[in-house]
């Protein structure tokens, strides 16, 4: 398959328009999976899990949703069972495991249903459309009384939530900034185009060209304090990536949330790893058709783009807009403290047909499997709530025995 001309003419016309003839590398990444109607959240994303580019822990059964239910349950109890208890999902792709969340607390935990303010952050119109069909049945159907609703983030009044922020596999799709270092000096990465590029005549791999300079904003060496990481002796042509993106939208969580949690699971990992000065050429990564390359400049708006992401930024940066860690932990560990063992265990019992039970214990595995989804990270930071409050009875977040 061929880039999406339309959106590589779009971006090459962006480049243009720049007196420098050149933009960051987060904004090319923006308009590479946004750009309306265009971009791969807009077109190719509808088509995740097997039989597109790559799949994600909701995929595989409707397990994974269940045990975050039973930790939202709990969440709401050392809330003291507020009215309306709201959860806020982020990039909610295809609308699975909002499901997978509703219909479990609908069978299990009926008091809570009855109360829960369910909304949906998402950017892309079409995944929203295939949201909306996902889950007809709680808008339309006998479940019709549940407030669920969509909007955007800046749409949420400050401080005004009191529940639970929500995001899977949401931050490493955040547009990143790309640097580099040149005898000891931070250096940006940019994406302008090579002298001779014809927009008239655009063929998969266009003549997009890296271009190193001094950085666009002083925020990225500001990063690297809040890390608490020195990169100055770092070897020449060391070469990563900061996610600014992903400060700012912790900054704009906090001021939403009057009181409760965000819980944010992703791939990724602490400062001192993510910037290990052997891990030169940083995080980067495309998926097409489950292959994965790290050559973001073919296949324009036809292949998912992503970076690992920096829980230690995270952390710290929660720390300066008043949201206190409570839990960081690996998924395995995770869905194991809430229960899945237990699942995995009594499929010895089941009566289903044997080769469904072998295809359910295998996907069970999958969510566990320290070299795949188990091991993502899972951040959990509270505000409005004491130290002992927020860690209360979570059971996601107790290692088992």
Same mark, same amino acid.
């Given at each position: 398959?061929q880039?999406?001309?339309?959106?590589?003419?779009?971006?090459i016309e962006?480049?243009?328009?720049?007196p420098k003839?050149?933009?960051?590398?987060a904004e090319?990444?923006?308009?590479?999976?946004?750009?309306?109607e265009?971009?791969y959240?807009?077109?190719?994303? *509808?088509?995740l899990?097997?039989?597109?580019d790559?799949?994600t822990s909701?995929h595989?059964g409707?397990?994974?949703?269940e045990m975050?239910?039973? %930790?939202?349950a709990?969440?709401?109890?050392?809330?003291?069972?507020?009215i309306p208890?709201?959860?806020v999902?982020?990039?909610?792709?295809?609308?699975?495991?909002?499901k997978?969340? =509703?219909?479990?607390l609908?069978?299990?935990? +009926?008091?809570l249903f009855t109360?829960?303010e369910?909304?949906? &952050? +998402?950017?892309?119109?079409? =995944?929203?459309?295939?949201? %909306?069909?996902?889950l007809?049945?709680?808008?339309?159907?006998?479940?019709?009384?549940?407030? *669920?609703?969509w909007c955007?983030?800046?749409?949420?009044t400050?401080n005004s939530?009191v529940?639970?922020?929500?995001s899977?596999?949401?931050?490493?799709?955040?547009p990143?900034?790309?640097?580099?270092l040149?005898?000891g000096?931070l250096k940006?990465i940019?994406?302008?185009?090579?002298?001779?590029s014809?927009i008239?005549?655009?063929e998969?791999?266009?003549?997009f060209?890296e271009?190193?300079?001094e950085?666009s904003?002083?925020?990225l060496?500001?990063?690297? %304090?809040?890390? $608490?990481?020195?990169?100055?002796?770092?070897?020449?042509?060391?070469?990563? +990536?900061v996610?600014?993106?992903a400060?700012?939208?912790?900054t704009? =969580?906090?001021?939403?949330?009057q009181?409760?949690?965000?819980?944010t &699971?992703?791939?990724?990992?602490?400062?001192?790893?993510?910037?290990?000065?052997?891990r030169? %050429?940083?995080?980067?990564?495309c998926?097409?058709?489950?292959?994965?390359h790290?050559?973001?400049?073919?296949l324009?708006?036809?292949q998912?783009?992503?970076?690992h992401?920096?829980?230690t930024?995270l $952390?710290?940066w929660?720390?300066?807009?008043?949201l206190?860690?409570?839990?960081f932990?690996q998924?395995?560990?995770?869905?194991m403290?809430?229960?899945?063992?237990?699942r &995995?265990?009594?499929l010895?019992?089941?009566k289903l047909?044997?080769?469904d039970?072998?295809?359910?214990r295998?996907s =069970?595995?999958?969510l *566990?499997?320290?070299?795949?989804?188990?091991?993502?990270c899972?951040?959990l930071?509270?505000?409005g709530?004491s130290?002992?409050?927020?860690?209360?009875?979570?059971?996601?977040?107790?290692i088992?025995?």
């Amino acid at each position: 398959m061929q880039s999406n001309s339309n959106l590589t003419n779009i971006i090459i016309e962006r480049i243009k328009a720049n007196p420098k003839h050149r933009i960051t590398f987060a904004e090319y990444m923006d308009m590479a999976l946004y750009y309306p109607e265009s971009g791969y959240y807009s077109t190719q994303a *509808l088509n995740l899990g097997k039989s597109g580019d790559f799949f994600t822990s909701v995929h595989l059964g409707a397990d994974f949703g269940e045990m975050l239910a039973v %930790q939202f349950a709990q969440i709401w109890q050392i809330l003291g069972k507020p009215i309306p208890f709201t959860l806020v999902e982020m990039g909610a792709g295809q609308g699975y495991l909002a499901k997978d969340i =509703l219909n479990y607390l609908h069978q299990q935990h +009926e008091d809570l249903f009855t109360n829960l303010e369910y909304i949906i &952050i +998402e950017k892309s119109n079409n =995944l929203k459309k295939l949201q %909306q069909q996902t889950l007809d049945d709680f808008s339309q159907g006998i479940n019709q009384n549940i407030n *669920l609703r969509w909007c955007n983030l800046e749409e949420i009044t400050n401080n005004s939530v009191v529940g639970c922020f929500l995001s899977n596999e949401l931050v490493d799709a955040f547009p990143i900034h790309q640097f580099t270092l040149t005898a000891g000096k931070l250096k940006e990465i940019y994406v302008g185009l090579a002298e001779k590029s014809d927009i008239s005549d655009v063929e998969d791999s266009p003549d997009f060209v890296e271009i190193i300079d001094e950085p666009s904003t002083l925020q990225l060496s500001e990063y690297f %304090q809040l890390d $608490e990481i020195d990169i100055s002796n770092y070897p020449d042509e060391y070469r990563s +990536e900061v996610n600014l993106a992903a400060l700012d939208w912790l900054t704009l =969580l906090s001021k939403k949330l009057q009181r409760g949690y965000i819980l944010t &699971i992703d791939y990724g990992y602490s400062a001192s790893r993510y910037y290990n000065p052997r891990r030169n %050429q940083g995080t980067l990564q495309c998926y097409y058709q489950h292959k994965r390359h790290d050559n973001p400049y073919v296949l324009v708006g036809q292949q998912d783009i992503t970076a690992h992401v920096d829980f230690t930024a995270l $952390e710290r940066w929660g720390e300066s807009c008043g949201l206190h860690k409570v839990g960081f932990t690996q998924q395995a560990l995770f869905l194991m403290a809430l229960g899945l063992g237990e699942r &995995i265990s009594s499929l010895s019992e089941s009566k289903l047909p044997l080769l469904d039970m072998l295809r359910r214990r295998d996907s =069970l595995h999958q969510l *566990l499997d320290p070299l795949g989804v188990g091991g993502f990270c899972v951040l959990l930071q509270s505000k409005g709530l004491s130290m002992v409050e927020a860690a209360a009875s979570l059971t996601g977040f107790v290692i088992p025995e």
